[in-house]
Structures are given as C-alpha cells and as structure tokens.
C-alpha cells in the first residue's frame, strides 16, 4: 500500500483544515488507518484511528471533540477533519495503514510522506 497525505498548510488558531490520505491498491478497505503527527523537537504520537468499516475510532486526548477521522473505502481515501486548531497542534502529519488497530506507530506497517500543519497564535 503506498499512502499519498495531503491538506496541510498554515492556519490561525481557532481555524479549521482537512487533512487526505490516500491509497494505492486493491485492499484499502482491509486496513486499519491511522493519523500520527511529529513536532519539532517531539516525539511521533498518535492522533486518531478508524477500523476498516469506519464504526470503531480512536482519539488522542488532546484532539478529542476536535479532530475527526472518516474514510471513504470506494475512493481509498481516510480523511482528518481539524477543527479549533491549537499552536500546539504545530507538526508534521502523517498518515498509516495496518493490519491491527492501535495507538503505537510499530502497528502499522505502511506510512505516508507527511503533510506539514502550522497554526499560528
């Protein structure tokens, strides 16, 4: 699975944007598919995660009420809708597929290029 992340760019604090990942090959909808992000200085952590079927998601702490991920099997796209973003929500984001869900970047074996989110203050 080859994973193509888009949609970032600069945004003022209280801004919205809507992040795309999307995959090459047959069998997309048989993945579990993640969002991580990396800031500067920071470690990789995780931000959301959505099942095959799109019923059962998982959020960060930080980004719930905020950020929600869907995906749209037909288009072999996973979506991250961010909304009231934080300076802190300042990264590089990355999106990821694998065959077992989790919140651990070791669960996923197939990784994306990384679409920079800046919000300034």
């Known amino acids: 699975v080859q994973l193509q992340a888009s949609g970032g760019g600069l945004v003022q604090a209280g801004g919205s944007l809507r992040l795309s990942c999307a995959a090459s090959?047959?069998?997309?909808?048989?993945?579990?598919m993640g969002w991580f992000r990396q800031a500067p200085g920071k470690e990789r952590e995780f931000v959301a995660a959505?099942?095959?079927?799109?019923?059962?998601?998982d959020y960060a702490d930080s980004v719930k009420g905020r950020f929600t991920i869907s995906r749209d099997n037909a288009k072999n796209t996973v979506y991250l809708q961010m909304n009231s973003l934080k300076p802190e929500d300042t990264a590089v984001y990355y999106c990821?597929?694998?065959?077992?869900?989790?919140?651990?970047?070791?669960?996923?074996?197939?990784w994306g290029q990384g679409t920079q989110v800046t919000v300034s203050s």
């Open positions: 959505i099942n095959w079927s799109g019923r059962s998601t």
């Open positions: 090959g047959r069998t997309f909808r048989d993945y579990t």
């Open positions: 990821a597929a694998g065959n077992r869900s989790g919140t651990r970047g070791f669960q996923y074996d197939y």
